[in-house]
């Protein structure tokens, strides 16, 4: 009769969440790789996301925050596609990641609503080609299964210089791992058809392996229950099916079952605790649901779901995260294009909500390792101890032991240094750095396996100087926001943009009235708007400037809002002068045309202070100075030994700095030498760098990447290039190069990529540590660039210090960065200094280059109407309890009653008046907000 007995899971029924419960915001796509595309612990989910440069992930938490909201955020992870992801089983902030850039990376996360780092904690570069798949041990801490193209790593992240072991290399491309339940076999499914069950402890070769897949596509497999594995694949007629096998005999299954003909590969969630087997085919919109026994049925289906979208990607929450007293036996999270939707399993019960149900839930696998890696493969084969589901035994987390504070906090060598803000490490420990060779310190009770660098919690008998100290230097600008402008002033509707401008180029330029954005329409059009005309584009065709060869890059004149300088593909530069009102008809001849370069130029700046002054950078290795009021050639500089990546003049306009793909930043003076009078070294990396100065043109600050293509910031004294970078910070990975905006009145700089989604803020300081990383801004979408507006265009009734233009595939948006402030009635005048007129020249090219300097006036931002925050007046403290004095006085009985009484009332208020919403009006229709 055992056949016959009845399971307490049959009756399971799915439960789709409500649109309300969907993490939203959420950017999916199709991906090449083996993974299931999205991982949940108990606090957080990752997700592969679909941006520009592929290595990035999608970040949220399982449940939403206090607002009943969910916060979505991008970690830059990697410099090509995510393939694989899974949390560390013991500590929910650890995160590893592998990819098509031959690395896997650790990372310690935040919650998603705080800043995540920058840079990993640990970077571990087998050299084996694309990695394909990355899994926790089980078990013991601080240990991974890596697998390659064809042939799976067992790797100690405590021993970064080589894996465990290296196993059989498989005859094609590897497929699945996964570890059994309690650490000891390994299991890999193949393109070549067959199966795999390794003992990487005992031998390098399977201890068993039979051809036993019917069809090379896609498969998966995993652990069931005992010694039972699960494999998702195709039979000879491409329809799907199940298989399950016995892990001692793989030549036959024991149990099949055929879920039809589809494309999309069948994913397998499977709960040892229920026996519960979740399948979800990619690009489906069904979830299906079996039972796997131990006796007969061995597979039976319990449930069938139809959802509203497409799968991408399925992930399993785990135990202790579900709602028990709802009798919530299964959560799964299903990955589609736009959203992720949770789909909950229930076990009907009478007294659900009322009472734990212990009978459905056994206890499960707690969170604290059973061993450190060392231990497991010296032949250790401890269980992980389990832990109770019932919500009145659980047993209260711990807090983490205190970490070792560095001996000295460096933001350039991967010293961490914590955000109080936010709680989380701004950069990587010394783990990250591959050529480290200290090894954390590991025992059993170790939560990763990895020193995460993390600064102690100051005890409150501290000092406030010396707290101050620990967390390093504060910054008013720390919490700046970013924010899209009302949609009001966009552009949008742009058609035809050309998003492959050259990486020296910032993709469109801006000044206070208008805005060129290079077209992908032959003859090297460009199109000019009006910001004062915004809103919806036509779907005509618009007058364009028609530079009849490919535009290399581009700038409008400081002084002039007519004048666009455009260097062209044939090493000319051409001026032109758009009519006042805008481009009512397209321009095909320019006002000037400067010839002299021999090759393609690469990049055109104008002078800060002399009008008609234009600097040029070329193929030909010259940096050559143009008079446009003489039209003609006036200096060539040389000493380049390979690509100009960019130039800046300094504030004063007197030098000329460049950083160039040789290697070095050179300053040259052109009035005095054609050579450069300063040279050091520079970012190692050869994709592309920029620079300018910074700090009252005391240091220059460069930004490129380092020999590995992770973005950096590097800062340089202006007096002594040669003695190399000050100071530098890693800013993660990603292709595109960080251009730099620099706000001289603050001293803080914006940084960001084309193709990026996140923009950096930091304030530069003429001190250690030289720089205080503030928020950042993460634009809805990867933008095409973002240029900036002047001084004056900031409202400073917003405490705006900077607004730029963002430019999208189809539109350009004002983004404003204000400082959070409450007294916003006041000016504040610790935020706004006289700001330089940089809009006028202070003199002309013909003065400049006859030895004369300038400076620019200044002006203040104050409004007439108001009073600076520092002459604000000073408001009387307000006393918040009563004097100690009337709670002592004796009181009688009746006065007290009496008190109290008058208190009811006065809460309550009177029944007899009208309630204040009935006094309430309406609004006018054109008060409403769209």
């Known amino acids: 009769m055992n056949r016959f007995k009845t399971s307490k899971f049959k009756n399971t029924t799915p439960k789709i969440a409500k649109k309300d419960g969907w993490i939203n915001n959420v950017r999916a796509g199709s991906f090449s790789c083996q993974g299931n595309h999205i991982k949940a612990n108990s606090k957080l989910v990752a997700f592969n996301t679909e941006q520009a440069g592929g290595g990035m992930l999608g970040l949220s938490s399982v449940k939403p925050g206090s607002d009943g909201q969910w916060t979505v955020t991008q970690i830059s992870c990697h410099s090509d596609l995510v393939t694989d992801m899974d949390f560390s089983p013991f500590d929910e902030s650890l995160l590893a990641t592998c990819s098509g850039d031959e690395t896997v990376k650790l990372w310690h996360l935040c919650d998603p609503a705080l800043e995540q780092p920058s840079s990993p904690e640990l970077t571990l570069r087998p050299g084996q080609g694309r990695l394909e798949l990355v899994h926790f041990h089980p078990t013991s801490s ?11 790593l067992i790797w100690d992240t405590g021993r970064q210089d080589s894996p465990l072991a290296v196993l059989e290399q498989h005859s094609d491309q590897l497929q699945s791992l996964s570890w059994k339940q309690d650490g000891s076999l390994l299991a890999s499914s193949c393109r070549d058809k067959m199966l795999r069950v390794f003992d990487p402890r005992a031998q390098l070769t399977p201890v068993q392996s039979a051809k036993s897949l019917q069809n090379n596509k896609d498969s998966r497999i995993l652990w069931a229950k005992d010694d039972f594995l699960l494999t998702t694949g195709f039979d000879m007629m491409r329809g799907r099916e199940v298989r ?15 879920l039809g003909t589809s494309n999309g590969m069948l994913i397998p969630l499977f709960d040892e605790d229920t026996g519960l087997l979740v399948l979800a085919g990619m690009g489906d919109t069904v979830v299906d649901c079996f039972e796997v026994s131990s006796s007969e049925p061995l597979l039976s289906q319990v449930s069938h779901c139809i959802t509203d979208a497409s799968t991408r990607g399925v992930a399993m929450v785990p135990k202790l995260a579900l709602d028990v007293m709802s009798c919530e036996v299964m959560r799964v999270l299903q990955l589609t294009d736009s959203c992720i939707v949770p789909i909950s399993y229930h076990v009907p019960r009478k007294n659900s909500g009322q009472e734990f149900h212990d009978d459905l839930y056994p206890d499960t696998a707690g969170t604290t390792p059973a061993m450190s890696a060392e231990e ?25 032991p205190a970490k070792q504070m560095p001996a000295k906090k460096e933001v350039a060598s991967g010293g961490s240094k914590e955000d109080p803000a936010r709680g989380c490490s701004t950069s990587s420990s010394p783990l990250s750095t591959p050529s480290s060779s200290a090894v954390p310190s590991r025992s059993p009770s170790s939560t990763s396996g990895l020193s995460s660098g993390f600064l102690p919690s100051p005890s409150p008998s501290q000092s406030v100087k010396a707290i101050q100290n620990l967390l390093g230097p504060t910054s008013k600008f720390r919490h700046i926001q970013g924010a899209v402008m009302h949609r009001d002033t966009h552009i949008t509707n ?46 005509t065709a618009l007058p364009t400037i028609q530079n009849s060869v490919n535009v290399a890059d581009f700038s409008w004149d400081p002084f002039d809002t007519h004048r666009l300088a455009v260097a062209g593909d044939d090493a000319k530069i051409r001026v032109w002068q758009v009519p006042k009102g805008g481009l009512k008809e397209t321009l095909t001849e320019p006002e000037l045309i400067l010839q002299g370069h021999t090759e393609k130029i690469y990049s055109i700046k104008f002078h800060p202070l002399a009008s008609g002054l234009l600097v040029s950078s070329s ?12 039209e003609e050639e006036v200096k060539v500089l040389k000493g380049h030994q390979d690509q100009v990546f960019a130039m800046a003049w300094s504030p004063d306009g007197k030098l000329l700095a460049t950083v160039c793909k040789d290697g070095k930043v050179r300053i040259y003076d052109p009035r005095k030498s054609t050579t450069p009078v300063q040279e050091g070294p520079g970012p190692e990396g050869p994709r592309g760098a920029r620079i300018v100065w910074v700090c009252e043109g005391k240091y220059l600050l460069v930004s490129g990447f380092d020999s590995r293509s992770e973005r950096g910031l590097y800062l340089y004294s202006a007096d002594s290039l040669s003695s190399g970078a000050i100071a530098n910070a890693q800013v993660g990975v990603s292709p595109s190069t960080l251009i730099p905006f620099y706000d001289h009145d603050t001293s803080v700089v914006i940084l960001t990529g084309k193709g990026d989604t996140r923009v950096h803020i930091y304030e530069l300081v003429p001190e250690e540590p030289y720089f205080v990383e503030c928020s950042s801004f993460n634009s809805p979408e990867p933008h095409k660039g973002l240029a900036f507006l002047p001084k004056t265009e900031c409202n400073v009734r917003d405490v705006e210090i900077a607004v730029g233009l963002m430019l999208t595939k189809t539109t350009i948006e004002p983004v404003a960065f204000r400082v959070p402030r409450v007294k916003k009635e006041f000016f504040q005048d610790d935020v706004y200094t006289d700001t330089a007129v940089w809009w006028e020249p202070a003199l002309t090219a013909s003065a400049w280059l006859s030895g004369s300097n300038g400076q620019h006036r200044k002006i203040s931002l104050k409004p007439k109407d108001m009073t600076p925050v520092s002459e604000a007046p000073k408001e009387a403290p307000v006393r918040k309890y009563l004097p100690s004095s009337v709670y002592l006085e004796e009181k009688t009985d009746e006065q007290k009653k009496e008190e109290l009484l008058s208190a009811m009332v006065a809460k309550l208020g009177n029944m007899d008046d009208p ?13 409403w907000d769209d």
């Open 619 to 630: 193929y030909d290795l010259t940096v050559r100075l143009w008079n446009l009021e003489s």
């Open 915 to 927: 309630l204040p919403q009935e006094s309430f009006e309406g609004v006018d229709e054109d008060e």
């Open 142 to 152: 601080g240990l991974l299964a890596i697998g390659t193209a064809k042939s799976p």
């Open 244 to 258: 399950l096998w016995d892990s001692r005999k793989l030549s036959s299954s024991v149990s099949t079952v055929s």
């Open 494 to 539: 742009i058609r035809g943009l050309n998003l492959t401008t050259p990486g020296e180029c910032d993709g469109f330029c801006v000044n206070s009235q208008r805005v060129a954005v290079p077209l992908s329409i032959s003859g090297g059009q460009i199109a000019i708007f009006e910001r004062s005309q915004p809103g919806r584009q036509p779907d």
């Open 376 to 400: 497991w493969w010296q032949g250790g084969n401890k269980q992980v101890e389990k832990v109770t589901l019932h919500p009145d035994k659980r047993p209260k987390p711990k807090a983490p």
